[in-house]
């Protein structure tokens, strides 16, 4: 196996919103969702820089093409992290994803090792994390979300 990963699939409760969620209130852009003709076959694609894929598919249709029990939510397993060129980047990206409807729950604060991040939910309960880390090399945005 190589180490790579090119596709990141959350599963979702309601696809439609979290298609809006992502697409409307963060700006990411997708083709919108397709696979609708293919029972348990819903999903939307994000397109991420260095050609990573962010995926949307429903909990119940990820159980069924896993061949896993649906079980509960847990938030805590996981984060997603975004790491940025700046903390105004931290502070613009957690600005817009609170007006987008995400939850905040860590607002951007700094670090005990030296960086500045911020975390959220999204409608689902996933939680990214925004971040500035000082000695990390990420390259300057064209332009603060």
């Given at each position: 196996?190589?180490p ?33 003709d ?37 938030v ?15 502070e ?34 996933h ?19």
């Amino acid at each position: 196996m190589r180490p790579r990963i090119s596709v990141v699939t959350l599963g979702v409760d309601d696809l439609a919103a979290a298609v809006r969620f992502y697409r409307d209130g963060l700006g990411l852009a997708t083709e919108g969702i397709v696979g609708t003709d293919v029972e348990h076959g819903a999903v939307a694609f994000f397109d991420l820089e260095g050609g990573l894929k962010l995926a949307l598919f429903g909990r119940v249709d990820i159980a069924h093409d896993s061949g896993v029990p649906l079980g509960a939510r847990s938030v805590s397993e996981y984060t997603l992290g975004h790491n940025v060129h700046s903390r105004a980047e931290v502070e613009a990206i957690m600005a817009v994803a609170h007006l987008a409807g995400a939850t905040i729950s860590q607002p951007a604060r700094d670090t005990a090792w030296g960086g500045y991040a911020g975390s959220f939910q999204d409608p689902d309960g996933h939680v990214w994390e925004v971040v500035w880390n000082p000695s990390w090399e990420t390259p300057a945005p064209e332009h603060v979300v």
